[in-house]
Each structure stands twice: as C-alpha cells, then as structure tokens.
Nanobody, 125 residues
Framework: QVQLVESGGGLVQAGGSLRLSCKASGRTFAVYAMGWFRQAPGKEREFVATISWPSGRDTAYADSVKGRFTISRDNAKNTVYLQMNSLKPEDTAVYYC?????????????????WGQGTQVTVSS
C-alpha cells in the first residue's frame, strides 16, 4: 500500500503563489508517475498536471494552468511538488496528489490507484 500526504494549501490573494507538496510513504518503490488533480465545489475532479518517472522530464499540464503551474519531483525524498504562480480565484479547489505504478505520465484520474486526502487552496479576489 502507498500513502500520499499533501501539504502546502491555504488562502492566498489573486496573483499570489503557493507550493504544494505530496510525500509518498509505504511501498514507495511502486510509485512511479505522479499527478495533481483538483475539485472545486459542485464540479467534477479535473486534471491539473502530471510527471513521469524517474527523471521527471516528461510533464503535461491542463490548458488552464499552463505557464503558471510547474510540477516537479524529488525521488530521494519521495515527494512531488506543484508550484502555483499567478493564482486566480478560479484555481480555488481541493487539490489531490495521485500516483500510478507505471513510468509514463497520465492525465486520466482513472489510471491512478493511489490518492492523497487533498489540500484546500483558496484564492481570494
């Protein structure tokens, strides 16, 4: 079993920045590609960013965050990050970290068997 714990969420003004972290524990040898998803109130969970394993050179982003968010990973720390800049009120959501046991990235939530509990990000206007 793999456990994922997110941190770094909070309240920020529009235009501000936050960095989310997701630390994996347990069967971390089984953790390969990672992803970030988010869910706003009354909306379905949506893809935000994903990163391949082990180098992390292969990444993908939702169009809505491209150029503002950056996903990265530190394999020595079993941690993936999401740097969020130029935040907008529409970025307000619960952000979830996810992991899958293959090396290739994926934008599909159904391809991630492991999920964190989520961290709230609120952007005020």
């Amino acid at each position: 079993q793999v456990q994922l714990v997110e941190s770094g969420g909070g309240l920020v003004q529009a235009g501000g920045s936050l960095r989310l972290s997701c630390k994996a524990s347990g069967r971390t040898f089984a953790v390969y590609a990672m992803g970030w998803f988010r869910q706003a109130p009354g909306k379905e969970r949506e893809f935000v960013a994903t990163i391949s394993w082990p180098s992390g050179r292969d990444t993908a982003y939702a169009d809505s965050v491209k150029g503002r968010f950056t996903i990265s990973r530190d394999n020595a720390k079993n941690t993936v990050y999401l740097q969020m800049n130029s935040l907008k009120p529409e970025d307000t959501a619960v952000y979830y970290c996810a992991a899958r046991e293959v090396a290739y990235k994926s934008t599909l939530s159904t391809e991630y068997p492991y999920w964190g509990q989520g961290t709230q990000v609120t952007v005020s206007s």
